[in-house]
């Protein structure tokens, strides 16, 4: 399988954090189109319950931040853990690859050596930060409404993709590009919001 995507748009210097699809060469199966989703349930109601934990930690976070000015590697490690993590649920609902993922958690690394078709690449932060991050979700407010557009758009063209790989087996190429740009967005305004990037995201 291929599980690397060197042409991606995201991947370039100038920008940290991006998710990285790359769609095997291999037929799509017909009935992964229309059961993947389903199989998935178990790990989406997991990511359910990693997203309170997440909850809880970022509302600890927000106290360390304004009492000590540093953010622990712990919360970047989980951070990273926990992002990846969804994505390969959310590649395996959209048949992005075959393997089922693993309900393993892991506390992990900026650089994502997994071998999936989606892959998701942080930068590495220090931990001393200013304390006025904490503010961080009220200016991410209009990414947030942007983000629930783009979202819709984003469910729009999944079942796009879906209906196209029913007739022709294929996923469709360009389709998968918007994904890659769609979610990479997404990316940066959480990472930008939980406090641990620097650089405010572009609208659009």
């Known amino acids: 399988m291929n599980t690397t995507n060197p042409s991606s748009p995201m991947a370039d210097s100038n920008s940290a954090n991006y998710v990285e699809i790359s769609i095997p060469d291999e037929r799509v199966k017909r009935w992964r189109v229309l059961v993947n989703w389903l199989l998935a349930i178990p790990h989406w109601l997991y990511v359910i319950v990693l997203g ?3 909850f809880v930690l970022w509302i600890l976070l927000v106290m360390v931040v304004l009492f000590t000015g540093k953010i622990p590697q712990f919360y970047y490690r989980f951070l990273f853990g926990l992002t990846r993590y969804v994505n390969k649920v959310w590649g395996y609902s959209s048949f992005y690859f075959q393997e089922y993922p693993s309900f393993r958690f892991m506390l992990d690394d900026p650089v994502d050596t997994d071998d999936y078709s989606i892959r998701t690449h942080f930068y590495t932060k220090p931990d001393k930060v200013t ?4 503010f961080r979700p009220i200016l991410a407010i209009p990414h947030y409404i942007l983000s629930y557009f783009l979202d ?3 469910f729009a063209l999944g079942i796009a993709a879906a209906l196209y790989a029913l007739v022709t087996r294929r996923y469709p190429d ?3 590009n918007i994904q ?3 979610a ?3 990316l940066r305004v959480n990472v930008y919001a939980g406090m641990v990037g620097d650089k405010y995201p572009r609208l659009g």
Request: a positive charge; charged letters at 20%.
């Open 184 to 186: 990479t967005y997404s």
């Open 131 to 134: 304390r006025w991050r904490v």
């Open 180 to 182: 890659e740009v769609l």
């Open 152 to 154: 819709i758009a984003s």
């Open 174 to 176: 360009p389709l998968r």
């Open 52 to 54: 309170v934990v997440s």
